[in-house]
């Protein structure tokens, strides 16, 4: 018989069938594990990736919709050498940065005037040079210690764009919209130094790939699978690790025992957990025997995990002009105000405006009559509890009321709920002020039990990947996907070494 030290022989269970979980997964089995479990809680693989084709034969991405910059970026290598990005056309008008402002976005007021796109143009300029500053880590002292909302506010100021009522409200609208990538209510709750941690990689977004969508991307790594290697519909309900004891004979092999919710359970020598942080957040405290460490607990307590919803308005045809590339709202009192924000921290007056978080309406690639609405934070969560039909009326009589244009009816719409899903309770991490987030991811890594309490004890037991755990591409795919492969390299060293 062959002794249990040979990789072929380590039994490995990983948790979630995201990028990071499926990474891991291929990773194992191209390295010669011939015992590899993914174990997924939806009914369907991919996580925050989520492919589908609700309104035309044309995809609609529900979540991850970016490949953010080239250079070193794994899933574009994947992207790019099996021919899925999209090409011509209509993908180079979606390589723009995600989000980004172009001279095809019409801004409008909520009294129905177009705001000119001389202010625009210079408001959004400067908004993206002062948040290039934190990103590049070059922030004044003063600035350091500060919210990222009140560092733009205080650098705004400064600045001879700040005497104009336009000028102020398109800045306001500009932090709404940054709350988009950072994930967060608002950037009054984002530190300003700490998101110098991200790193952005080089070359151009992709935001279309190709028909395939993002689904593609996952389908090269399941292939390189065994059939039957991801078991879906098994939300886990318990991890009892640490079980192999000195001295208990031989009767417990595995030190690590997953308990799913509709009764299976799966010993293994190994466990990859892939949840989200929100889930973590959600079920850690009681999903893990024995209890999780100090520290790790206190990192997913304290780094935040943020909600973007998106809303799919889908019409019989389009009423928006050849060259627009969406419609931006204005507010005069906008939710990202430091004064309306201030006022709105107490009480429950937000839910009455929530609809204001919403930064605009974008055309969506491959679908020339539909829209899409961005929208974050605490409003996005409450958003989620109304009915569709609610939410699609209120979006037409704000696209009515802002732009005087005639706007038909909805007649069909796809609004997520990823806040409300009980599986992922979020889209992606942000590092709140006050937060060391080099430190929280590190420990939020950190495999179980700790080295220095191995002596006599089966060493990574309980292994942690997906976005959050990693300190530079924490929010993305190619993230989730790095610490995927990290954690596989880490057990195939054990093996080897």
């Keep these: 018989m062959s002794t249990s030290s040979g990789q072929e022989n380590g039994k490995v269970v990983v948790i979630g069938s995201g990028f990071a979980g499926l990474a891991a997964a291929a990773r194992l089995v191209e390295a010669g ?20 084709k609700p309104f035309t034969e044309n995809v609609i991405e529900v979540g991850a919709n970016w490949i953010h910059g080239q250079k070193g970026n794994p899933l574009f290598k994947i992207a790019k050498e099996k021919n899925l990005l999209s090409e011509g056309p209509s ?36 908004f993206s040079k002062l948040t290039d500053k934190a990103f590049d880590d070059e922030l004044k002292s003063r600035h350091r210690k500060l919210t990222l909302g009140a560092y733009l506010d205080d650098a705004f100021g ?14 306001e609208w500009c932090k709404r919209n940054e709350c988009t990538d950072e994930a967060c209510s608002s950037l009054y709750e984002v530190s300003a130094s700490q998101i110098s941690n991200y790193t952005t990689l080089e070359g151009e977004f992709f935001n ?25 519909n098994a939300p886990v309900k318990s991890i009892q690790w640490d079980l192999v004891k000195k001295g208990c004979g031989e009767d417990q092999r595995y030190p690590v025992k997953v308990v ?56 019989e045809k389009g009423f928006w002009t050849d060259d627009c590339a969406g419609v931006q709202l204005v507010w005069k ?63 037409v009589r704000l696209l009515r009321s802002f732009t005087g244009w005639s706007v038909p009816e909805v007649s069909k719409t796809l609004i997520t709920r990823w806040g409300s899903d009980p599986h992922v309770r979020g889209s992606y991490t942000f590092i709140p002020d006050g937060v060391n987030g080099v430190e ?32 530079k591409f924490y929010t993305t795919t190619h993230g989730a996907y790095l610490t995927g492969v990290r954690e596989a390299e880490r057990l195939i060293n054990y093996y080897n070494d």
Aim: hydrophobic share 35%.
């Design 333 to 395: 009192e906008g939710p990202e105000d430091k004064d309306v924000y201030e006022s709105l921290s107490e009480g429950e007056t937000w839910k009455k405006m929530w609809f204001k978080k919403i930064t605009g309406f974008d055309t969506v690639a491959r679908h020339p009559t539909a829209l899409c609405g961005w929208i974050t934070g605490r409003e996005a969560l409450y958003m989620e509890s109304l009915q569709d039909s609610e939410i699609a009326a209120i979006c």
């Design 33 to 52: 594990f011939e015992d590899v479990l993914v174990i997924e809680a939806k009914e369907r693989v991919g996580g925050r990736v989520h492919t589908t």
């Design 158 to 171: 400064e600045s001879p764009l700040a005497a104009t009522e336009d000028s102020q409200q398109v800045f």
């Design 91 to 126: 993908a180079r008008k979606s390589m723009r940065l995600p989000r980004s402002v172009t001279t095809e976005d019409y801004f409008f007021k909520e009294d129905g005037k177009q705001v000119s796109t001389n202010v625009v143009d210079k408001v959004t300029s400067y």
């Design 260 to 315: 799913c919710e509709n009764g299976q359970s799966f010993e293994a020598d190994h466990v990859i957990v892939t949840v989200s942080l929100g889930v973590l957040k959600d079920k850690a405290t009681t999903m893990f025997e024995p209890s999780l460490p100090e520290e790790k607990l206190s990192a997913i307590e304290n780094l935040s995990f943020g909600i973007v919803d998106k809303i799919f308005l889908f019409f």
């Design 440 to 471: 929280a991811h590190k420990a939020l890594a950190s495999p179980l039990p700790p080295k220095d309490k191995c002596i006599g004890k089966k060493h990574l037991q309980v292994l942690f990947a997906g976005e959050a755990t990693h300190e």
């Design 208 to 232: 279309t790939l190709g028909t395939g969508g993002y689904r593609a991307v996952l389908d090269v790594l399941l292939k390189d699978l065994p059939s039957g290697t991801v078991q879906c």
